[in-house]
């Protein structure tokens, strides 16, 4: 009989709740003849007395298992040698706090097929479920932490009815404040200094479309770029205005020659600079960053924009590689609005940094955030962070690194559907035989990060990124 584990979530924060699979899909793999072994957890989203009652095993032994299963990483200590692990393991960038984990399951003969690189039967990646969910957390801080941040500035507002995505048990349960907060904006519910609320939106992927679920809930009007500062200047304040912006609307060629080439940004980024500080950045009121960013990319908004964007001539910041904001000098020359009366410098409330990207295309988000204090104000003036403030001077930033585990019962469902197809053949691996290419389907073969002591050919490329970055 194949034998799986369940692991008890056990590395970092205290607020993972999620599972790899719920009860319903632990019941069809016992209902097939798999054994499944659950570690007991009072803190996991579904009860371990529902595991029980549909068969499971609950212990704290796992030796039995051949494929041990999980959501976060796992504590060196609790490794067992030469057993199958799955879970997000977050090596294949080299991360430093990660290395001696992943020394040790080379060194311990253990194979790791990575969530964040596995592929389900129908090629959809593994960890688009969770880029979704940091979608759905991310907007609705963002949205809890609007209101604080205007209750700060003196203007009560709709928001303040929505909390942080923890405090509701469910998504449906969440986006129904979401909704009424929607219905007082539609009574005319924003003050008037503050025009209509708008939201920008980078990138167009898995992530930028849960922030956007949300959104819609609230009476949205989703316009193109080019009609966005018009609506930001004229709209009406009975609705929200946000618009999608992908590389091609804000990224030009420093050349001044015209057009956007995905190919020629894929290969040579450096020829290309941001426009969104002068574009986009004057009539935004939230910037919600979906989009990963590498160094050799240049930055959406950079520090210099910032302080520009604050009406600061001060210039300390970097846009990409070139050293320089990337703008050849415009910055001081930008046109923006005027909005003094309503106590802030710019019209811009806050970010919500989805990626937790710290210095990356959002360059002044330096550090994460937690879930117990999501939330920093950024003063520009000074470059620093006052945590959980929402007076004064600056802009509320939120990068809450594991965004997902806010709504983790639907989380844990939805990455379960994935998931749950995949693990008899999943089962069927022994760690303490040499793996062979073709072994696998291809959406799990190219999953398997290291086994048999060594790392798979498609990823012995860590051993090099490791020197070069000394860890």
Same mark, same amino acid.
């Given at each position: ?175 129904? =404040? $979401? ?9 005319? #519910?924003?003050? @008037?200094?503050?025009? %209509?609320?708008? /939201? ?5 992927? =898995? $992530? ?9 809930? #609230?009476?949205? @009007?989703?316009?193109? %770029?080019?009609? /966005? ?243």
């Amino acid at each position: 009989m194949k034998v799986i584990a369940i692991r008890r979530e056990n590395y970092g924060t205290l607020w993972e709740r999620r599972a790899p699979l719920n009860p319903t899909q632990v019941k069809g793999l016992v209902d097939a003849g798999i054994q499944v072994i659950v570690q007991p957890s009072a803190r996991r989203a579904y009860p371990d007395k529902e595991y029980k009652k549909i068969g499971a095993i609950l212990q704290d032994d796992m030796s039995e298992a051949c494929l041990i299963i999980g959501i976060k990483q796992v504590p060196i200590p609790d490794l067992i040698p030469n057993k199958t692990y799955s879970f997000f393991a977050h090596v294949i960038k080299a991360q430093p706090d990660n290395m001696d984990m992943l020394d040790a399951i080379l060194k311990r003969n253990i194979r790791l097929m990575d969530w964040e690189t596995m592929c389900n039967y129908q090629g959809t990646r593994m960890d688009s479920v969770f880029g979704r969910f940091a979608g759905l957390s991310g907007m609705l801080d963002i949205l809890h932490g609007m209101g604080l941040r205007l209750l700060g500035l003196g203007f009560n507002s709709p928001f303040m009815h929505i909390a942080a995505p923890h405090s509701y048990p469910t998504l449906a349960s969440a986006c129904a =404040a $979401v909704k009424s907060a929607g219905d007082e904006i539609t009574h005319g #519910l924003i003050h @008037e200094q503050l025009g %209509p609320i708008t /939201f920008v939106f980078l990138g167009d992927g =898995a $992530v930028s479309k849960g922030a956007q679920y949300v959104l819609s809930h #609230l009476p949205v @009007e989703f316009v193109e %770029p080019s009609k /966005f500062k018009a609506v930001a200047q004229n709209g009406d304040r009975r609705k929200v205005y946000a618009t999608v912006l992908r590389r091609q609307h804000h990224m030009v060629r420093k050349s001044g020659e015209p057009g956007f080439s995905r190919e020629e940004y894929g290969t040579h980024p450096d020829r290309y600079r941001s426009i969104f500080a002068e574009e986009f950045a004057p009539w935004t009121s939230c910037i919600v960053n979906a989009v990963l960013w590498t160094y050799d990319q240049p930055r959406t908004l950079s520090l210099a924009d910032t302080k520009q964007l604050f009406g600061s001539h001060h210039h300390n910041g970097t846009n990409g590689t070139n050293g320089t904001n990337g703008t050849d000098g415009p910055a001081s020359k930008r046109q923006r609005p005027d909005y003094s009366s309503t106590g802030l410098k710019h019209r811009l409330i806050a970010i919500s940094d989805i990626t937790a990207d710290p210095g990356g295309s959002i360059e002044l988000s330096a550090d994460s955030t937690s879930i117990e204090k999501p939330f920093d104000l950024y003063n520009v003036d000074t470059g620093k962070f006052s945590p959980m403030t929402f007076n004064g001077d600056g802009i509320l930033v939120c990068s809450v690194a594991n965004m997902p585990s806010q709504l983790p019962t639907e989380a844990t469902d939805l990455f379960g559907e994935l998931l749950a197809p995949l693990i008899p053949e999943m089962a069927t691996s022994d760690a303490t035989t040499p793996l062979v290419e073709g072994q696998f389907k291809p959406g799990l073969q190219k999953s398997i990060i290291a086994s048999n002591g060594k790392l798979t050919p498609d990823f012995e490329y860590i051993h090099k990124l490791r020197a070069d970055n000394g860890v």
